[in-house]
């Protein structure tokens, strides 16, 4: 299933900064960036699960902000986008 995860995180003193870096690192792991706090991570539940559970250890729920949105596995009929697209689709073939 296709599941955007988006944050926003307070980057106003330190920790605020080391724990944007936690959550853009663990996201990596799940997916590709699409914009700047925005991910699209092609997933089954168990790992939508763990990456949940990894990320909600990370913030900081008094000033930050984190979206999950299932898209399911029908996704490619519920995206638009316009404009420059630097991503590629993770499901189809790649030549290296």
């Known amino acids: 299933m296709l599941v955007l995860i988006c944050y ?32 699209e991570c092609h997933i089954d539940e168990a790992k939508f699960r763990e990456v949940k559970e990894k990320m909600l250890q990370i913030i900081d729920n008094n000033s930050d902000s984190l979206r999950f949105y299932r898209l399911g596995n029908h996704y490619k009929n519920k995206i638009e986008y316009y404009g420059v697209d630097t991503s590629f689709d993770v499901t189809d073939t790649l030549i290296l």
Do not use: H, M, P, W
């Open 8 to 39: 926003d995180v307070n980057t106003e003193t330190k920790e605020g900064r080391s724990r944007l870096r936690k959550i853009a690192k663990e996201c990596v792991n799940y997916g590709q960036r699409v914009q700047n706090s925005v991910f």
